[in-house]
């Protein structure tokens, strides 16, 4: 997947990175925020919070949900993450790497990230027959590749 995993240097670059974006939305660099950013960012794709906690606290049990919440709700403010809607009980939360839409299997739950190109054509499509300007930040439903087509 575009944007994600990488060296373990390019991925210490991005913790580093996002620390400073923490930093720079008024917080103070803990070890608990670097456990949960460098949790993050070793996640390929997207992640709920609940998931993303329980990996924060395979390292660092101290860590509670809640600091979880607040660097994700911190970097979405800075821009750096934001979440998709899976229709299910948890948002999808993710690093941003440029703009993209999102693909959710209805059977098994997953939330894949697509480009925009790809669904251009029916952004363009829907407006010129009824005016509606699709979202820059879809989530379209549907069957992964995994669970097949039935
Ligand atoms: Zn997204
Ligand atoms: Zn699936």
């Known amino acids: ?3 994600h995993g990488g060296s373990v240097a390019g991925s210490d670059a991005e913790v580093e990175r996002l620390l400073d974006v ?3 939305e008024g917080g103070r660099r803990t070890a608990a925020r670097r456990a949960i950013v460098a949790a993050f ?9 609940d998931e993303l906690t329980a990996r924060v606290q395979a390292d ?12 994700l709700e911190a970097l979405e403010a800075a821009g750096a993450a934001d979440r998709a809607e899976t229709g299910r009980e948890a948002a999808a939360w ?13 059977v098994c739950g997953r939330v894949e990230e697509v ?5 251009a054509a029916l952004a363009a499509a829907v407006e010129a027959e009824t005016g509606f300007v699709l979202s820059d930040h879809l989530v379209l439903t549907g069957r992964c590749a995994r669970c097949g087509r039935r």
């Open 1 to 3: 997947m575009a944007g």
């Open 22 to 24: 923490l930093a720079a």
């Open 41 to 49: 960012v070793a996640t390929a794709g997207a992640v709920t919070a």
């Open 60 to 71: 660092a049990p101290d860590v509670n949900q809640s600091t979880v919440y607040r660097v």
């Open 94 to 106: 993710h690093l941003v790497a440029g703009d993209h839409h999102h693909l959710r299997c209805s």
């Open 115 to 119: 480009g925009t190109d790809a669904v």
